[in-house]
């Protein structure tokens, strides 16, 4: 086969660091929802929409084959972390948690997903981070050890 093609979606994942509400005021959280997203497009990794909320933020990507799992989030990170700095001065020292959840997305799961995603500010209402990602992990029977999720 002369052409390497693929269809593979991702759900990211990750927190502010230590989970602190740095992302409080809609208008910064809008734009760095399109950062991301930019971003992403970026590194050939189309969007399909970028949420979350004041403390969090979940990415639903096309992932590309040229690129290491790793090496995107890494990016994701450090592009809009040195961005947001320049947003705020209040932003000065915002930072990502050092680590993030990465879970595939079935192409028959796509939409539920987003509406997911599009839903934070009232799914949050109910539930809170650390539980909806304690449930990402153990559906996706993923072990973890809490001492070192929570950074």
Known sequence: MPQ??????????FSTK???????????????HAYLAGVSKKLD???????GT??????LCRFTRTLTLADWVK?????????????????????????????????????KTRDYIAGQEQHHQIQTFQDEFRAFLTKHQIEWDERYVWD
């Not at 230590?18 to 760095?32: G, Q, T």
């Not at 004041?54 to 990415?59: M, R």
């Not at 320049?86 to 997305?105: C, K």
Request: glycine share 6%.
């Open 18 to 32: 230590n989970r602190e509400p740095s992302l409080k005021a809609l208008l910064i959280r809008e734009a760095m």
């Open 54 to 59: 004041e403390d969090h933020v979940h990415l």
């Open 75 to 111: 990016e994701l990170k450090r592009a809009s972390s040195l961005w947001i700095k320049t947003q705020e001065i209040s932003l000065s020292d915002f930072s990502w948690q050092g680590g993030y959840g990465l879970f595939s997305v079935s192409k028959s799961h796509i939409g």
């Open 45 to 51: 990794c189309a969007s399909l929409i970028v949420g």
């Open 4 to 13: 390497s093609l693929s269809a593979v979606y991702l759900h990211l994942v």
